[in-house]
């Protein structure tokens, strides 16, 4: 399976970069995985409505250009589905048994994610209603994939 992460942002502090590179190491025997990152746009707290909507779109288009045109994408969503990290294992499975070989992961920045990104969007997947720093959020998913692929493979990793 080849899995993208496309991210709004850098990473900017070196101990999420470490989780991160902790979590791809170890996921390297069971899947080719890569994070693409896209700029994000500032966001003064002084945005109007239509301010804000101008930068998701552009985030959007940013996020719309990385993914190719056979990719299952998963938007990461507050409103999503709950899945428990086994759901998430079986969900990925059965992408893989059905031929789904490109999957995508998508974290939006502050603002969230564009409108046209969740339509392109085949799963929304929510890790709760809590706000997750997306720095935060890109170690969490990344983990949950890892934890994904221990639970199909039956290794100790999830207890």
């Known amino acids: 399976m080849n899995i993208t992460i496309v991210a709004v942002g850098k990473l900017k502090e070196k101990y999420w970069a470490d989780g991160i590179a902790e ?20 966001t003064p707290d002084t945005l109007s409505a239509a301010e804000e909507r101008q930068v998701i779109a552009r985030e959007g288009e940013r996020i719309l250009a990385q993914l190719k045109p056979d990719a299952y994408v998963i938007a990461m969503a507050i409103d999503g589905k709950l899945l428990s990290s086994e759901e998430l294992a079986d969900h990925m499975s059965r992408l893989g048994t059905y031929g789904r070989s490109q999957l995508a992961f998508v974290i939006g920045g502050s603002l969230g994610l564009s409108p046209d990104v969740l339509r392109r969007a085949d799963f929304q997947l929510s890790f709760g209603r809590i706000t997750y720093p997306h720095q935060l959020l890109r170690v969490v998913l990344v983990e949950q994939v890892y934890r994904g692929f221990t639970i199909m493979k039956g290794r100790p990793y999830h207890k």
Request: proline residues 5%; aromatic residues 10%.
């Open 23 to 42: 979590y791809m190491k170890r996921l390297a025997p069971y899947a080719k995985v890569q994070i693409v990152e896209v700029a994000d746009d500032k």
